[in-house]
């Protein structure tokens, strides 16, 4: 039963930035940046290698579903981008499955010590997501204007780290939970700029307004 709800809770949380993605599958790239789809496809592997040599299949199981939907994201991306462009983040791309080769083999080699490297990397990866914002953050409480946030996707992430922490703290797994607490800390606090400074219309919006 625990490991049901253990699962479900997973599950939730990773589905938050499933469906992010997803939605980016109907768009065209144009301006998209390559990084975050490579530091989700990175996380997942990362995750899943930790899940496995942890022994906890609810983590592989989670990480696995958001390692095959940031797979055919790139893939897409890939496929619409540029050639030199297309050549390059093939590049980046086969450089952090590398990586995660590296630590399999390490894995292999000693599982004792795999354990807490490669969950050291994973919490590390997270943090690293997590606090990505942080100079956008410090521009809105500047210029107290918060189009260039989205509330939506801070709720999802506020959303998917509290979950995270859940099972974090049910599994008593301090790899994932200090990260993910982390994270959703910093989510509450980009919610709680839209609490202060409101809702602004975002630049796409003012455009069409001033088409119109």
């Not at 981008?81 to 086969?94: G, N």
């Not at 630590?103 to 919490?123: E, K």
């Amino acid at each position: 039963m625990l490991d049901n709800g253990r699962l479900r809770i997973g599950l939730f949380g990773n589905g938050w930035r499933a469906q992010r993605l997803m939605r980016a599958l109907r768009c065209s790239v144009g301006q998209r940046a390559f990084l975050p789809y490579l530091s989700l496809l990175l996380n997942c592997a990362v995750w899943s290698l930790y899940g496995w040599l942890s022994a906890q299949r609810t983590i592989v199981a989670v990480n696995a579903f958001g390692l095959v939907t940031a797979s055919i994201c790139i893939s897409v991306y890939l496929r619409n981008s540029a050639p030199l462009a297309r050549a390059r983040y093939e590049q980046h791309t086969m450089a952090a499955l590398l990586g995660v080769l590296l630590l399999f083999g390490l894995g292999v080699w000693d599982h004792v010590m795999a354990v807490q490297v490669v969950g050291l990397v994973a919490s590390m990866l997270s943090i690293a997501v997590f606090a990505s914002p942080l100079a956008q953050l410090a521009h809105v409480v500047r210029t107290r204007d918060t189009s260039s946030l989205s509330f939506v996707l801070a709720l999802a992430s506020a959303a998917a780290s509290a979950s995270w922490t859940a099972f974090g703290y049910l599994v008593q797994d301090s790899h994932v939970l200090l990260p993910n607490a982390l994270g959703l800390a910093l989510s509450i606090a980009q919610l709680s700029l839209f609490v202060f400074f409101g809702t602004s219309p975002s630049r796409e919006t003012l455009k069409a307004e001033q088409v119109v």
